[in-house]
C-alpha cells in the first residue's frame, strides 16, 4: 500500500465493497490482485490491509464469508450481504461523487 496508505485509509471499504458487487464472491488474496489488474499496478493493497478491512465490512455486516474447499485447501471467500446491498450501493455512489468533486479541484477547467 505504501505512498497511497494515507488515500486509502478512507476508501479501502468502499473499494472492497465495489469489486465484491462487480465480481461475486472473492477472497481476500484474489481482492488484492484484481485491484493491482484494475490499477495497473497504481493500488497494491496488502493482506495486511485487506483482511482487517473484510473482517470490519462482515462484522458490520455489509458482506458475509462463506468457506469453500478448493484443490484441497479451504479458503473463504467474501460477497456482498443481500440485506445490505441498498447501503452498498449508497457508499459506492458517495465515493464516485467525492472522486468527481476532487477531481474537479485538482484539474480545474
Known amino acids: 500500500m505504501n505512498q497511497n496508505r494515507s488515500f486509502l485509509t478512507g476508501t479501502l471499504s468502499t473499494i472492497v465493497l465495489a469489486l465484491l ?41 455489509l458482506i458475509i464469508s462463506k468457506k469453500m474447499k478448493v484443490n484441497g485447501r479451504t479458503r473463504k471467500y467474501y460477497l456482498i450481504n443481500v440485506s445490505s446491498k441498498v447501503e452498498v450501493d449508497q457508499q459506492i455512489h458517495l465515493l464516485s461523487r467525492f472522486t468527481i468533486h476532487l477531481k474537479a479541484i485538482l484539474n480545474p477547467a
Do not use: F, V, W
Open 21 to 61: 458487487k462487480d465480481n461475486g464472491e472473492m477472497y481476500g488474496y484474489e481482492i488484492c490482485q484484481k485491484t493491482r489488474e484494475l490499477t495497473n499496478e497504481g493500488i497494491q493493497l496488502t493482506e495486511g490491509a485487506i483482511y482487517p478491512t473484510l473482517h470490519k465490512l462482515e462484522k458490520n455486516g
